[in-house]
Nanobody, 124 residues
């Protein structure tokens, strides 16, 4: 069964760092465009970052609130995305979700898929 599995969340003090991972488990022949969202208690889910594949080139986009502090990357061979988070602030506290849009002519798992989320807590 193909799934998205996130890991790497935790509790850190302000100014700390965390690295989140999101892996597509199970074999697929899909191209996965992966992105990160987060949802704080009482707030709507918001976009954090995305990776778009254009052939061999990958383009990363970021929400203004995390630009310069977060870095997205993706290892296509491992079907894994990473979110490196530095200079964390208390307002970064949220459940972080990975999303993939999977496609391709032989893709057996097409469409949009969400992971289960990983909690990030930043204390002041």
């Amino acid at each position: 069964q193909v799934r998205l599995v996130e890991s790497g969340g935790g509790s850190v003090p302000a100014g700390g760092s965390l690295r989140l991972s999101c892996a597509v488990t199970g074999y697929t022949r899909c191209q996965h465009d992966m992105s990160w969202f987060r949802q704080a208690p009482g707030k709507e889910r918001e976009f954090v970052s995305s990776i778009e594949n254009d052939g061999p080139t990958m383009f990363a986009k970021y929400a203004d609130s995390v630009k310069g502090r977060f870095t997205s990357s993706q290892n296509n061979a491992k079907n894994t995305a990473y979110l490196e988070m530095n200079s964390l602030k208390p307002e970064d506290t949220a459940m972080y979700y990975c999303k993939t849009f999977s496609s391709g002519p032989w893709c057996e798992w097409p469409g949009m898929h969400w992971g289960q989320g990983t909690q990030v807590t930043v204390s002041s």
